[in-house]
């Protein structure tokens, strides 16, 4: 099971941190492609940034320079660091984890969190 947190309204140009923490009868973080990805309405679902089971992050193009991905392995949860935020990131984002290696096509993960709004509004 994965648990996400941090989501919210926030105003153009600020800073929001959210979580994914794994429940222990899930395959630990370390093991595991972790993914957040995002979903707004009347959108398809897109990914966000991953970090591998190595802890190698990668980011997607429209979120370079503005978000980082990061892990902590004690902690068992994920963390997606989003500044300079833009009204157009607003969407109900998700973490997932896949056993095997990583990518950002959705579709190959196989457990996902319930979902944490985020909405940028000034």
């Known amino acids: 099971q994965l648990v996400e947190s941090g989501g919210g309204s926030v105003q153009p140009g600020g800073s929001l941190r959210l979580s994914c923490e794994g429940s222990?009868?899930?395959?630990?973080?370390?093991?595991?492609?972790m993914g957040w990805f995002r979903q707004a309405p009347g959108k398809e679902r897109e990914g966000v940034a991953i970090i591998n089971s190595e802890g190698i992050p990668l980011v997607a193009d429209f979120a370079k320079g503005r978000f980082t991905v990061s892990r902590d392995i004690a902690k068992n949860t994920v963390y997606l660091q989003m500044n300079s935020v833009k009204p157009e990131d607003t969407a109900m984002y998700y973490c997932?984890?896949?056993?095997?290696?990583?990518?950002?096509?959705?579709?190959?993960?196989?457990?996902w969190g319930q979902g944490t709004q985020v909405t940028v509004s000034s």
């Open positions: 222990r009868d899930t395959s630990t973080i370390w093991r595991s492609c």
């Open positions: 997932a984890a896949r056993a095997r290696g990583c990518t950002f096509q959705s579709q190959y993960f196989d457990s």
